[in-house]
T-cell receptor
Framework: AQSVAQPEDQVNVAEGNPLTVKCTYS??????LFWYVQYPNRGLQFLLK??????LVKGSYGFEAEFNKSQTSFHLKKPSALVSDSALYFC????????????FGAGTILRVKS | NAGVTQTPKFQVLKTGQSMTLQCAQDMNHNSMYWYRQDPGMGLRLIYYSASEGTTDKGEVPNGYNVSRLNKREFSLRLESAAPSQTSVYFC??????????????FGDGTRLSIL
């Protein structure tokens, strides 16, 4: 079965410190990987994606993510967290045979404290 | 830039009532989706429409029906609402089915409570 795991329900980090939000996946074949962010009472906003090529992908708002095929992981990172980064983050995978359908992780709440 | 528009934003229903959630996109996307979001479960796909005139079941279709009215609009209907359908519902759209590299674009959601 295709699945995405976000092992941490919540991540707390101090403003200015680096942050990591973890994601691992289990799919057959080579998937496309995505990160989305959700602010309160809003829909999901696309942050970045990995399709192929360089394992480190850069996205919106200074976020980046590192694809690791051997560990089947796609962790979201940012060198210096901002209070405004506090939100709910979702990792999603689009298995090759799923067409345009996405499989989402359960989400990780990121809290950045000043 | 409207993007994906969902109506209504909030709704309270009684068990057994019916309701249609509306979704429209102005990005000329071919594919549209309905998800539900429940705490600790992420988003789960209810139905999707790869292109105008086609619809398919997702992960949790029971209790729902959909209509792809035209390229812009994709509605979700609850025929007989149940408390288990209390959730936040999101509509999304994306480019043609072949463009699997493109992200989905989401509306702001409909918060539905079934009493």
């Amino acid at each position: 079965a295709q699945s995405v795991a976000q092992p941490e329900d919540q991540v707390n980090v101090a403003e200015g410190n680096p942050l990591t939000v973890k994601c691992t996946y289990s799919v057959s074949g080579n998937p496309y990987l995505f990160w989305y962010v959700q602010y309160p009472n809003r829909g999901l906003q696309f942050l970045l994606k990995y399709i192929t090529g360089d394992n480190l992908v850069k996205g919106s708002y200074g976020f980046e993510a590192e694809f690791n095929k051997s560990q089947t992981s796609f962790h979201l990172k940012k060198p210096s967290a901002l209070v405004s980064d506090s939100a709910l983050y979702f990792c999603a995978v689009r298995p090759m045979e799923y067409g345009n359908k996405l499989v989402f992780g359960a989400g990780t709440i990121l809290r950045v404290k000043s | 830039n409207a993007g994906v528009t969902q109506t209504p934003k909030f709704q309270v229903l009684k068990t057994g009532q019916s309701m249609t959630l509306q979704c429209a996109q102005d990005m000329n996307h071919n594919s549209m989706y309905w998800y539900r979001q429940d705490p600790g479960m992420g988003l789960r796909l209810i139905y999707y429409s790869a292109s105008e005139g086609t619809t398919d079941k997702g992960e949790v279709p029971n209790g729902y029906n959909v209509s792809r009215l035209n390229k812009r609009e994709f509605s979700l209907r609850l025929e007989s609402a149940a408390p288990s359908q209390t959730s936040v519902y999101f509509c999304a759209s994306s480019e043609a089915p072949g463009s699997v590299r493109q992200p989905q674009h989401f509306g702001d959601g409909t918060r539905l409570s079934i009493l």
